[in-house]
């Protein structure tokens, strides 16, 4: 396993096709219950998923399909801001799909029926 990346938790899977949470310190991978992992546990990680982000960090689960509510919100910030796109040249098209874009997100479900 390539030991050039961030330090955090990331997902792995092993030779067993379990997924497990391991957490890559900088110098060595620990297990979640910060026991270091030996090199005979390492020989099961088949695969290093991406870094898990964490909560403090602007990131946010979305459906891998916008449902009607994020459509819905997307289309009416779009019409929202279009005259605004026709009458003031610093806003443009760019800006319009970034607000529309903000507004999918925050009428996307969250977990647990947040």
């Not at 090199?39 to 099961?44: E, F, G, P, T, V």
């Amino acid at each position: 396993m390539s030991e050039k990346r961030e330090a955090g938790w990331y997902w792995c899977k092993d030779s067993y096709g379990d997924d497990l949470p391991l957490y890559w310190c900088g110098e060595r991978w620990l297990t979640s219950d910060d026991y270091s992992c030996d090199s005979a546990y390492l020989k099961r990680v088949l695969e290093v998923g991406p870094r898990i982000p964490t909560p403090d960090e602007p990131w946010q689960t979305v459906p891998m399909e916008p449902d009607l509510a994020m459509q819905k919100a997307y289309f009416e910030s779009i019409d929202r801001h279009m005259q605004r796109v026709q009458t003031d040249l610093r806003f443009g098209r760019f800006d319009n799909q970034r607000l529309a874009y903000r507004a999918m997100l925050s009428a996307a479900p969250k977990p647990g029926g947040e």
